[in-house]
């Protein structure tokens, strides 16, 4: 929500593998305005509209070496170092992105953007509206995904980037992927698309509204104008966080980690509110209760309506049609535990793909930690992608 | 909530095929007593206990004919027939229960009970509590699937019946049946188990606990005293019962019986807060709202945690020793698409019955229809139940 002073010059400094030679600085930058604005999805206009974003490596001389990170629903630009050595949490994909990791520092220059409707640097419901000098709150345009990766595709074109290397992400992030391939078929080398799928099911949209009537049934939430109230709709958004955790989490991983052990005790206490009885119970409070700490409720709302929005096919008129003009080559993995974006919904993808001459790899990969096994098994990660690009 | 009138006697009549032959009257017995009440196993008394039940067929002379239905979390008595001509629904098993049909009633007599805890008759957090004269609410004490269990068996001594040709029931129900077999386990022929499990997984666990705290979470809640208050905390309880709602269905039902069909359109809104937009939101919506008109949000919260509590192995020191005295010949069945009580679980426990030398019998039935199978898969279940019984 913090809003960082306009820099539009990349970052372009080494980035190492000690932490002192990982500190990253986040930069924005306003892009479009009122007379020149994104015209969304919607029809609606948006301008200007500030864009923060992080830059790891060095770009070359040729602007030829560029990936671009996309993350997932509730993850930021900060994915990779630190903001200062007192941080005590790096980026998020932080074990990924470096010299000789998986995206490779030394080789590639890695740029990740906070997505538009976000909060945490581009502009969202969190930002002032110009009209009211007041937080967007509700007044903030529907987006969707193609909306997100104009935004990105813009940012690119400010630092005079016009090719990537690749484009990156899982989840929401691999929906951006597929987005941009649609958008600008000749100009990625490489999509890499991770736990996601060309729409999302209608399961995932069922997970999705009853969050976010969460949200809206917590008395704090005021229609969205909560921002100069003084109270948050905090047990909304965390309730929302906790139905959507289920759904990063498989049954295994949930067994394993915590099966049916309780958390203070050996014995039942037999009383009806106490809520964390349960470890998994004590574990998703915790998780709620950690995101609503760095995660505003609007931004929650319009992000997984763009999530349920996002259809591929339907947006431009068949698969096969988003993706036949492309000249980049497809990496589509998924992970066997994953029940949120299951295998079948990457193997679907995958069929296209190839029905469509497009060059595609495709690997279904062991993990017992369900759809967040993308954020987590990185040694196999950094070993397909090494493969691959 | 409607307190039928005290009638001990069983409705012990011919229950044929045409709707004039299957109406039914709901039964009411009160059980136990202030002086002589039921030990919970939280170690708290409860009594009298006010048992609501239905029959359904003529009780042999020497009493051996009699299967006792045990229902699941949000169902009740009514298993089937119709209280009068003019009903619109038959109870909730109504093709199952007939003459010829999977439990016949025309060899059978068939006792259906609602659970204590319940909202339907049987004594629970909206009966009046003979300390206050007020609803218990909150103030009725914790129960488990052992005290259903006991009351159920109180039940059953109370018409006579002191052995049973079978029980059968699913989800929480199946859990009713092996505890069950647990209390009175030379009591009993056969135990037939749906969709269940030996103990719900932490997953299971999960999903009730964000279901509760939607309850806690609404203003109307009130502490569980709303009764008086004119609101019910409906909008918790509906959230509530939308979550469990997609537990109950498959990724693949979801997906063939709404996709990412829109409601009322073939174009997006593009409006953040119209939440009934996809044929799926509009439909859980519509579940949620339905089930506030006919569950107490109360007993949801006690009945929820019963089936969290629930896990025999613990209960008995071991899935072993609960079963091991029992001459009972078991059948466990479970459904492909089922992933809130997945097959995993239901070979878990046959491996435990056939290692202590039980008779069981295991099907795993194919459907798309997930959890709620064993409710809507009516002709499949029949053949399997009669093949066994």
Not at 370 to 379: M, N, P, S, T
């Amino acid at each position: 929500m913090n809003q960082p002073a306009d820099n539009p010059a990349a970052d372009n400094q080494p980035f190492g593998s000690t932490d002192a030679e990982r500190i990253v600085a986040k930069q924005s930058v306003e892009l479009f305005s009122d007379n020149d604005p994104l015209i969304l999805a919607s029809g609606e206009n948006l301008g200007p509209i500030r864009v923060a974003y992080e830059t790891y490596g060095i770009l070359s001389a040729e602007k030829d070496n560029v990936i671009f990170v996309c993350h997932a629903l509730t993850g930021d630009a900060h994915a990779a170092g630190k903001h200062s050595l007192e941080d005590e949490k790096a980026g998020w994909w932080d074990d990924f992105i470096g010299p000789g990791r998986g995206i490779d520092t030394d080789k590639y220059f890695v740029v990740c953007a906070n997505v538009l409707g976000g909060c945490t640097g581009t502009t969202g419901p969190t930002s002032i509206s110009p009209k009211t000098s007041k937080p967007f709150g509700l007044d903030f345009p529907f987006i969707t995904v193609e909306d997100i990766v104009r935004t990105h595709r813009a940012l690119m074109s400010h630092l005079g980037i016009e090719h990537l290397a690749a484009v990156i992400g899982g989840s929401l992030g691999g929906m951006q992927v597929l987005e941009w391939v649609a958008q600008a078929p000749e100009n990625l080398d490489n999509a890499i698309v991770l736990a996601s799928a060309a729409q999302l099911s209608a399961q995932g949209i069922a997970f999705n509204t009853v969050g976010r009537r969460a949200i809206y049934a917590d008395p704090h939430f005021q229609n969205g104008e909560y921002y100069q109230k003084g109270e948050v709709p905090k047990y909304g958004l965390a309730l929302a966080r906790m139905i959507a955790h289920i759904t990063y989490l498989s049954e295994a991983s949930i067994e394993k980690k915590f099966g049916r052990r309780l958390q203070d005790s050996d014995e039942f206490g037999f009383e009806l509110q106490q809520e964390t009885e349960f470890q998994i119970e004590s574990y998703l409070h915790y998780q709620g209760n950690r995101f609503v700490e760095r995660f505003d409720a609007n931004s929650y709302l319009y992000l997984t309506r763009a999530m349920d929005y996002f259809d591929l096919a339907s947006r431009y008129g068949g698969l096969d049609a988003a993706v036949k003009n492309t000249t980049a080559r497809f990496l589509i993995a998924s992970y066997t535990t994953d029940w949120l974006f299951p295998s079948s919904q990457s193997r679907k993808l995958v069929s296209s793909l190839v029905s469509t001459g497009r060059h595609v790899s495709y690997c279904e990969l062991e993990s017992h930690f369900g759809h967040d096994a993308f954020l987590l098994e990185i040694e196999q990660l950094t070993k397909i992608i090494k493969a691959f690009l």
